[in-house]
């Protein structure tokens, strides 16, 4: 199983990035995937979940309303598009696999290595 995210950087406030996740190693579509972000000094705060097929989606509250994930199953590729970034929204942004019949909010097995996201001006 891999997991590597990318699509980080530095944007100013109320910037937009998009970050991706490409998924291999197992059958993407049979997953719910989360995003789960780390600041520093922090622990890791879920910031938002899909279901298998993209149908099904939760926000983290400070994130709601900002941020939209998606899914590529043909692609094996999850997605957080995100718009209107404060600094507080400063963080590593981790993707990572749902243990099947897990919670979003906290039951994972794998997770990638991290793609920062830095929003200073």
């Known amino acids: 199983v891999q997991l590597v995210e990318s699509g980080g950087g530095m944007v100013q406030p109320g910037g937009s990035l998009r970050l991706s996740c490409a998924a291999s190693g197992f059958t993407f579509s049979n997953y719910d995937m989360s995003w789960v972000r780390q600041a520093p000094g922090k622990g890791p705060e879920w910031v938002s979940g899909?279901?298998?097929?993209?149908?099904?989606?939760d926000y983290a509250d400070s994130v709601k309303g900002r941020f939209t994930i998606s899914r590529d199953n043909a692609k094996n590729t999850l997605f957080l598009q995100m718009s209107s970034l404060n600094p507080e929204d400063t963080a590593l942004y981790y993707c990572a696999r749902v243990l099947q019949d897990g919670s979003w909010f906290a039951d994972y097995d794998y997770w990638g290595q991290g793609t920062q996201v830095t929003v200073s001006s």
């Open positions: 899909v279901n298998t097929g993209g149908s099904s989606t």
